[in-house]
């Protein structure tokens, strides 16, 4: 079955500091990643997605930045972290694009900055 | 532009009773995907249900049912018999047909928390 792992579960960083979350996926070959943050009372925020190795697209301008080393690897990083980074991070997988396929979501990450 | 719009910031039911959370959208395209997903306190989001915008039927899956009325542009899930582990953000999702290569742009609602009552 797949699984996907996503780590550290929280994270505290001082502001300008660099960010660095990743997120694995299991039992599953060339998946659609994706990166989504939550505010905190809010629904979700597409950040960045994945089609394959390398291939990264931004939804929103923002002090982040994704890639994609490995086929089922997706990273989250930051050069310098600002307060308003501070939410709650989400990877996602899914299998193909198509309507009725539904993302599947890792344990998410809250991260505070500081 | 799609949006989601659940109007219901927070509700109560008593356990064993049946609760109605809403969830309307807005879309213009004829082809989208809608999608209910739970939210403990751990922070994971749980897939619940999907309900196709060409469906004959509205969903189900066990406990949760689906409400869905294409002319009115509303997707309410009905979770019947709740249980205090119901007890959870719940968010009502869209995806368009349209979204691009691969990308899952999935729009959500700002989400009803529900606390089931013993």
């Known amino acids: 079955s797949q699984t996907i792992h996503q780590w550290p579960a929280t994270l505290v960083q001082p502001v300008g500091s660099p960010l660095s979350l990743e997120c694995t996926v299991e039992?599953?070959?060339?998946?659609?990643l994706y990166w989504y943050r939550q505010a905190a009372g809010r629904g979700l925020q597409l950040l960045f997605y994945?089609?394959?190795?390398?291939?990264i697209s931004s939804e929103v301008p923002q002090n982040l930045s994704a890639s994609r080393p490995q086929d089922r690897q997706f990273i989250l990083s930051s050069k310098k972290l600002l307060l308003s980074d501070s939410g709650f991070y989400l990877c996602?997988?899914?299998?193909?694009?198509?309507?009725?396929?539904?993302?599947?979501f890792g344990q998410g990450t809250r991260l505070t900055v500081v | 532009a799609q949006k989601i719009t659940q109007t219901q910031p927070g509700m109560f039911v008593q356990e064993k009773e049946a609760v109605t959370l809403d969830c309307t959208y807005d879309?213009?395209?004829?082809?989208?995907?809608l999608f209910w997903y739970k939210q403990p306190s751990s922070g994971e989001m749980i897939f619940l249900i999907y309900?196709?915008?060409?469906?004959?039927q509205n969903a189900t899956e066990g406990r949760y049912s689906l409400n869905f009325q294409k002319a009115r542009k509303s997707a309410n899930l009905v979770i019947s018999a709740s249980q205090l582990g119901d007890s959870a953000m719940y968010f009502c999702?869209?995806?368009?047909?349209?979204?691009?290569?691969?990308?899952?742009?999935?729009?959500f609602g700002k989400g009803t928390k529900l606390s089931v009552i013993p």
């Open positions: 996602a997988w899914s299998v193909h694009q198509t309507v009725n396929t539904e993302a599947f």
């Open positions: 039992g599953t070959s060339n998946p659609n």
């Open positions: 994945s089609v394959g190795i390398g291939q």
């Open positions: 879309t213009s395209d004829p082809s989208y995907g």
């Open positions: 309900q196709g915008s060409y469906d004959q």
């Open positions: 999702a869209m995806r368009p047909p349209n979204s691009g290569a691969g990308s899952y742009q999935l729009t």
